[in-house]
């Protein structure tokens, strides 16, 4: 019998994306710029997570697991004036280094998998992304 084919070496990911709706300006900005007025966004937010072993049937992590993130989002953030329920300027870089520092504190220790990156988009076509440093 032929010896089976080695697998290929690389590494696995899983990512799940959420969504919340939220309203923010950025006074930091000069006023003529339009985001230095309050506005909303459809914002969407993906975590993605990685293991160094599947724990069984072959998980990283059941997306199941995730649903404390999607609770926190729907319950702190949703429909939020987000300068009234975060500590950092709403950025989509600055918000997806804070959500990042959420999950690794309420959600990972109670989940096998760890997370690699917490990527925020504020529209279609732009996006912020923290990647989370030793993952
Ligand atoms: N690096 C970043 N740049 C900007 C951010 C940000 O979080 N990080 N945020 C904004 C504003 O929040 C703004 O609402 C988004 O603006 P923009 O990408 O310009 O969105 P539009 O859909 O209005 O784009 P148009 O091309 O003008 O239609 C700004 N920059
Ligand atoms: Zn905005």
Known sequence: MNAPEPRPQGTLTIGRRFTFEAGHRLPGLPTEHKCSRQHGHSYEVEVILTADRL??????????????????????????????????????????????????????????????????????RSWARFDVEGT
């Not at 609770?71 to 600055?94: A, G, M």
């Open 55 to 124: 724990a069984p049937p072959g998980f990283i992590t059941d997306f199941a697991d995730l649903a404390p993130f999607k609770e926190y989002l729907d319950e702190e953030l949703d429909h939020r004036n987000l300068h009234e329920v975060l500590p950092v300027e709403p950025t989509s870089e600055l918000l997806a280094r804070y959500l990042a520092e959420w999950f690794i504190t309420h959600v990972e220790p109670h989940i096998p998998g760890r997370l690699q990156a917490v990527k925020v988009s504020e529209t279609a």
